[in-house]
Nanobody, 130 residues
Framework: QVQLVESGGGSVQAGGSLRLSCAAS????????MAWFRQVPGKEREGVAV????????SYADSVKGRFTISRDVAENTLYLQMNSLKPEDTAMYYC???????????????????????WGQGTQVTVSS
């Protein structure tokens, strides 16, 4: 079992920054994958940033590349999402997710699909005003 608790959301003006945190408890290992997703009402949950725990490799959606950074504090077992140069279109509920099912070869773009993750946090709201 893995429990995920997000924090750090809030309201900010365009161009500002926020850092989201995801405190993870329970068993994690190098075969696991963690990610940040976001969702606005009426739309599918969108993968934003992915971190492969074993290799430290990160991957980002094109819409946030160069502005967002995913990282992890191993000692604290906490996942972060640093969001800079925020835009109104970044407004969404942000979710932390974990995949503990192992990672098949050529996983690639599947890492950005919500159906590939088996643990989710409750979400934290980010609102960016123009």
């Amino acid at each position: 079992q893995v429990q995920l608790v997000e924090s750090g959301g809030g309201s900010v003006q365009a161009g500002g920054s926020l850092r989201l945190s995801c405190a993870a408890s329970g068993y994690t290992n190098s075969r696991h994958l963690m990610a940040w997703f976001r969702q606005v009402p009426g739309k599918e949950r969108e993968g934003v940033a992915v971190l492969y725990l074993g290799t430290g490799i990160t991957s980002y959606a094109d819409s946030v590349k160069g502005r967002f950074t995913i990282s992890r504090d191993v000692a604290e077992n906490t996942l972060y999402l640093q969001m800079n140069s925020l835009k109104p279109e970044d407004t969404a509920m942000y979710y932390c997710a974990s995949r503990t099912l192992g990672i098949p070869s050529n996983f690639g773009a599947r890492a950005f699909s919500a159906r590939e993750y088996n643990y989710w946090g409750q979400g934290t709201q980010v609102t960016v005003s123009s």
